[in-house]
C-alpha cells in the first residue's frame, strides 16, 4: 500500500472510522488510573489533527460527538476495575465513572478548541506552535484547583513513565503537563505535514502549501519545530543522570531514620483492632523512629476514649514517634453536642515524653472521597503544620559526634496528609519551610486506585523537596516510600515493613522553586517561553542541518522544496471542505 493510498484511506474513505478507533484505543490505553506518558501523546496528537480537521467541515458537531462518545467510553473502560468497586453497585460506581469521564473529555477539548481559534492572531510561528502546551498546562492546573478529586481524572502522567519529572521541584505538575502538551503540538505537525504530503501533484486529498511564496513561512515554521523538539530533548536530558545513594553508617552529613508501615494481619475478614496495631508497633520501635499506621485505623467515639488508647500506647514505644490515623465520631453542629453525629479522620503523632492529653493532632482530612464519604463524614479547612521529631544518635555513632549539647539529637522536620489529598497539588503550599518527611496514611478499595494515590502521593512529596512514607491499609494496597530520589513500594496488601532513609544534615529546610511561586509563578514562565519567539525566528541559518532533515521522508515535508505551484486547499465551491492541517 502506497503513502498516497494511505493517506487517501485515513482523510477521505474511512476518517471518521479511522480517528474513532484511534481515540478509543489510546484513550483505553492511557487514561487509566495512572495515565502513561507516551499513549497520552499520542491520543492529544489524534485529537489535534482531527480538530484541524474538522473545524470548518459542515459535519464538525457530529464528529465532535463520536470522538466524544469514544474517548469517554475508553476512558471509563480503563478505569473498570478500579470503578466497580468504589460504591455498593457496582453499575452505579461505574456510571460514576463514565459521567466525570465526559465531563473530563469536555475540559481537555477546550484547549485545542483554544488553539484552532486562536493560534493564528499570535505573532510569530514560536507562539503558535507553544500556545497549546500553555493552555493545556493551564487548563488542567485551574481543573485540579476546582475538582473534588483534584488531578485524580486530569489528562497527566504519572512520574515513573516519563523523563520531566525532574521539573516538578521547579515548575510542579505544570511543567509536566506543558511537556505533553508540547510533544503533541510537534508531532501533530509532523504527522500533519506527512498527512497532506504526496509525490504527485495532481490530485491529493490536501496539501501542505498553498503557492510557493509560503517558502520563507515554512521556513520560519521549520525552526520554530526544531527548537521545541530541541527544547525537549534538553529537557528530557538530566533525567538520564543517576544519583548513588549514599551510605547511612559511615558518614555524618547524613541522618539515617528507620521509617516502618504498621499493618497487622487480617484474621478472619475481621478488620485489625486497637491492641493488634499497639502489638505491631512495639514489634516495630526497636527498628524504625517513625511508625505510621494506615488511614482510619482505630474508631474513637470521643475524646476521652481517644486519649485512653493513645495512654495505652505510650507504655513501651522507646524513643519512636508513632503516627496514628483513626477515625472519631464528633457532633455535626459544635453548638449541639447532644444532636446528630458525622465521622472525620485525623492523624496524631505520639511518643513517650508526652504526658495524657499532650499528643499532637497533626492533621485531619480536608478532601473527602466523592459519594463514599462526602456524606458521612466533615472536612477540615485546618492546613498541614510542621512538627519537629528530635533524632537521637544511632548505635554506631556517640552523643558529640552525633549532634551538639544539650540535647545531643537532629530535628526532623514531619508533616502529614492523608489519602485524597495527595491529589492536590497545593496540598502543602501553605507551608513556610521544607518537611524532611510526610506521614501519609491512606486506605483504598482498590490497587489500581492505591498506585493512582500512589504516584500522586511522590508528586507532592518531589514539588516540595521532600519524602513521602505511604502507608495503605487496604486489602489491596501498596505502601512504600518515594521522593529524594527513591520509589520503592515496599508491601502490598497487610504486611507490617520498615526501612531506612537518608536525610540531609543539617536538613535544608528553604522551600523549592515551585513551593514558593506555586501554579500562578509557573504560569508566568510558560508565558515567557511562548513570547520568546524571537529566538526560533533568529535561529542559524539550517543550510547544514536542512540537508540532513530532508532525507528523512516525514520531515522532508516540513521544509520547501522546489516544486511546481499547487492547487489552493480549499474549494471555493464547496467552501471549508478541503483545508490545510496545517498553519
Known amino acids: 500500500m502506497g503513502s498516497d ?56 458537531v457530529l464528529e465532535l460527538m463520536c470522538s466524544w462518545v469514544v474517548v469517554t467510553l475508553g476512558a471509563s473502560l480503563a478505569h473498570y476495575s478500579s470503578a466497580t468497586n468504589a460504591l455498593s453497585s457496582p453499575t452505579e460506581s461505574f456510571a460514576a465513572v463514565a459521567v466525570m469521564s465526559a465531563i ?36 488542567w492546573a485551574i481543573v485540579s484547583h476546582i475538582s473534588p478529586v483534584g488531578r485524580l481524572l486530569n489528562w497527566s502522567p504519572v512520574s515513573t513513565s516519563h523523563p520531566f519529572g525532574w521539573l516538578l521541584p521547579y515548575t510542579g505538575p505544570m511543567g509536566i503537563d506543558w511537556a505533553v502538551g508540547a510533544c503533541a503540538a510537534l508531532f501533530s505537525e509532523v504527522a500533519a505535514a506527512w498527512l497532506m504530503g504526496s509525490t504527485s501533484n495532481d490530485e491529493q486529498p490536501v496539501q501542505l502549501f498553498t503557492s510557493s511564496t509560503e517558502a520563507p513561512q515554512s521556513n520560519k515554521r521549520s525552526r520554530s519545530l526544531l527548537a521545541l523538539g530541541t ?83 505510650r507504655k513501651n514505644i522507646q524513643k519512636s514517634v508513632i503516627g496514628v490515623a483513626f477515625e472519631e465520631s464528633v457532633p455535626q453542629d459544635p453548638s449541639n453536642p447532644g444532636g446528630s453525629r458525622m465521622r472525620r479522620n485525623g492523624l496524631a503523632l505520639v511518643h513517650e515524653g508526652q504526658k495524657k492529653g499532650e499528643e499532637v493532632i497533626q492533621y485531619y482530612k480536608r478532601n473527602l472521597v466523592p459519594f463514599t464519604e462526602s456524606f458521612s463524614a466533615i472536612p ?42 495527595f491529589a492536590f497539588s497545593s496540598a502543602f503550599s501553605s507551608l513556610s519551610s521544607r518537611p524532611a518527611l510526610i506521614l501519609a496514611p491512606a486506605r483504598t478499595w482498590d490497587s489500581t486506585v492505591s498506585l493512582a494515590m500512589w504516584e500522586q502521593a511522590k508528586s507532592r512529596a518531589n514539588e516540595i523537596g521532600s519524602m513521602v512514607l505511604w502507608c495503605d491499609g487496604g486489602a489491596m494496597g501498596v505502601s512504600g516510600v518515594g521522593g529524594g530520589g527513591i520509589s520503592e513500594i515496599m508491601q502490598l496488601g497487610s504486611g507490617s515493613w520498615t526501612r531506612t532513609i537518608s536525610l540531609q544534615f543539617p536538613f535544608d529546610q528553604r522551600r523549592t522553586v515551585y513551593a514558593v511561586v506555586g501554579d500562578f509563578g509557573v504560569l508566568v ?32 515535508r516540513l521544509f520547501p522544496g522546489r516544486r511546481r505551484d499547487q492547487e489552493n486547499l480549499i474549494d471555493a465551491e464547496v467552501p471549508g471542505e478541503r483545508q490545510s492541517l496545517l498553519r
Open 231 to 313: 527544547l525537549l530533548v534538553v529537557l528530557a536530558l538530566p533525567s538520564l543522570h543517576v544519583i548513588t545513594p549514599a551510605r547511612t553508617d559511615t558518614i555524618f552529613d547524613t541522618s539515617p531514620l528507620g521509617v516502618a508501615c504498621a499493618l497487622p494481619p487480617v484474621h478472619n475478614g475481621q478488620h485489625p483492632t486497637l491492641s493488634d496495631f499497639i502489638t505491631e508497633t512495639k514489634k516495630l520501635t526497636s527498628q524504625a523512629k517513625v511508625v505510621l499506621w494506615p488511614e482510619s485505623a482505630v474508631v474513637f467515639n470521643n475524646q476521652g476514649e481517644r486519649e485512653v488508647a493513645f495512654e495505652e500506647l
Open 380 to 421: 477540615s479547612t485546618e492546613p498541614p503544620a510542621i512538627y519537629d521529631f528530635e533524632l537521637g544518635p544511632p548505635k554506631w555513632a556517640t552523643k558529640p559526634e552525633w549532634s551538639s549539647p544539650p540535647n545531643y539529637t537532629r530535628p526532623v522536620p514531619i508533616t502529614s496528609s492523608i489519602c485524597l489529598d
Open 5 to 60: 493510498t494511505l493517506r487517501s484511506i485515513i482523510l477521505a474513505e474511512y476518517p471518521t472510522l479511522i480517528f474513532g478507533a484511534s481515540e478509543f484505543l489510546l484513550a483505553f490505553l492511557s487514561l487509566g488510573p495512572t495515565p502513561t506518558f507516551v499513549p497520552l501523546v499520542l491520543l492529544l496528537t489524534v485529537l489535534r489533527i482531527h480538530g484541524l480537521r474538522i473545524a470548518c467541515r459542515s459535519m464538525r
Open 104 to 139: 473530563t473529555y469536555v475540559l481537555a477539548i477546550l484547549p485545542f478548541y483554544a488553539d484552532i481559534r486562536l493560534h493564528r492572531r499570535l505573532p510569530t510561528f514560536w507562539a503558535q506552535v507553544t500556545f497549546l502546551p500553555v493552555v493545556w498546562a493551564t487548563t
Open 525 to 556: 514562565l510558560l508565558v515567557v517561553i511562548m513570547g520568546g519567539g524571537s529566538v526560533a525566528w533568529h535561529l542559524p541559518a539550517l543550510s547544514g542541518s536542512r540537508s540532513v532533515l530532508q532525507a528523512v521522508p516525514l520531515l522532508r
